[in-house]
């Protein structure tokens, strides 16, 4: 909607600049805004929201909390909601994840690049 409405300024511009010019030169020609939505990383199955509630039905088999399971695997195998979720992309236009879980024994800190666990921090 804003790139249309982007567009129509510079061509009614355009319009109004050749309607009061006395050279002979022709009229700048209205060139179209770019376009204002990035398509994100195509990811496939179900992720979690900023809310740490999977998009989807988890369907995953990960038995295990280790490198290369799903998001909402984690929180499957985890059985409660992350403590906090930290939803971003990367320079790359990945979509990385932060997920903590406060455990009485100390928090853990999972990170995701496309939907898969990339690494594990126990501090």
């Known amino acids: 909607m804003r790139a249309k409405v982007l567009s129509s300024v510079a061509l009614a511009a355009s319009m109004l600049a050749a309607c009061s010019s006395t050279g002979s030169a022709p009229p700048p020609v209205a060139m179209p805004a770019p376009s204002m939505t990035a398509a994100g990383p195509a990811i496939a199955g179900p992720v979690l929201g900023p809310d740490g509630q999977c998009t989807g039905t988890p369907a995953g088999t990960a038995t295990a909390i280790e490198p290369g399971i799903t998001e909402c695997d984690l929180?499957?195998?985890?059985?409660?909601?992350?403590?906090?979720?930290?939803?971003?992309?990367?320079?790359?236009?990945?979509?990385?994840?932060?997920?903590?879980?406060?455990?009485?024994?100390?928090?853990?800190?999972?990170?995701?690049?496309?939907?898969r666990l990339d690494r594990i921090v126990k501090p």
């Open 75 to 115: 929180v499957r195998l985890k059985g409660k909601p992350a403590t906090d979720v930290l939803v971003g992309e990367s320079g790359k236009g990945q979509r990385e994840v932060q997920v903590l879980y406060s455990e009485p024994g100390g928090r853990e800190l999972y990170f995701f690049v496309d939907n």
